[in-house]
């Protein structure tokens, strides 16, 4: 049995594309299904010569190399049982040895295959097609014990260090962060669709999604190895995740393949807060604060992923489009609720 899997002429005329958002995320939904008779569209082959490359890097940023740490060094992990266990893990100070665990457990590459003249990487993160669309980001503050300036940080996982995009002030970095926790800082994941639409063609917003989710997941069991907590900020606006991670710095992405910023999360040792149903994490930030905070100095370019793209999936961009989230909402999480966003539930 041969599955048609090229691509239809045939496109929607304009009046009949709905325009409610939510109708709009529903007929991606429908249009990328898989049939019994055929498949969601795609090239229907893979384009070897256009193949993305797996590895963004950022052109004229620093790179600080993060400690390579053997199994047996501080940090240590505990027993994978102990994750789950509320306070059986002592949390650990937020450290560069500490930073560099949490993201080798989180996005990391974990091997190198080889068959033939082919060589690749897997990651602690699962990843669909293992085509790793996820870029992750640190907005880290001034802490004693981190010899690392105040700012964002993009995570290059080949070279296990961060890349320095931009140095925030410290005092406002500490009003962004003033109402969580001690010590807290941020964690960004970004999508790169082309990495997923070379293959998958139309379906790749779908796996974008999917693979966001398995890196906040890796990103929770990281944490926790620490001792440390982390709950996704659910009431940000998209435009003010884009803003933070400078997704939105068309000038530093001219060249490049856009990144579509998916979520932010805050991370922090759990040490010796208490946690009670009246205490409340808020799920937002500040987007005025926010918005001081990256009026700063900009650092590297985006490199390019592909030389050639061939077909483009409008569609994408569409769904995208539909689901970015307009607004930011004031929303926040009891304490109970909060401190329960770990490894342990």
Known sequence: ITMATEIPLYREP??????????????????????????????????????????????????ISLPLLKPDEEPLSPPYDAIYERGAVVAKAVTLPALSRFLEFSLALSAWKKAGD???????????????????????PQLDGLDLKAGLYHYAPKEHGLEFRAEFPAGQVARVLAPFPPDSFLFGLTSVHWREAWKYGE??????????????????????????????LDGMSQETVAMLLGTDRSDDFADAE???PDCLAVVWPLGEVKCDT????????????????????????????????????DIID???????????????????RAYANDASR
């Open 318 to 336: 569409e769904a995208a489009e539909a689901s970015w989230k307009l607004s930011d909402e004031r929303l926040s999480a009891a304490g109970s």
């Open 258 to 260: 856009p990144e579509h």
């Open 203 to 232: 379906r790749a917003f779908r796996y974008c999604n999917h693979d966001v989710g398995h890196a906040i997941g890796t990103a929770r069991i990281a944490a926790a190895t620490l001792g440390w907590n982390m709950a996704l």
């Open 118 to 140: 082919m060589q690749w990487a897997l990651r602690s993160n699962p990843s669909s097609g293992n085509l790793h669309p996820t870029e992750g980001y640190l907005v880290l």
């Open 278 to 313: 009246e205490s409340a994490i808020p799920l937002f930030l500040d987007p005025e604060i926010s918005r001081k905070l990256v009026a700063t100095s900009w650092h590297g370019k985006a490199n390019r992923l592909s030389r050639e793209h061939g077909v483009h999936w």
């Open 14 to 63: 304009a009046e009949t594309v709905p325009t409610d958002p939510i109708d709009r995320v529903i007929r991606y939904h429908v249009q990328t299904k898989h049939h019994f008779n055929r498949y969601a569209r795609s090239l229907g082959h893979l384009d070897w010569a256009s193949q993305p490359d797996p590895f963004r890097r950022f052109g004229g940023s620093e790179l």
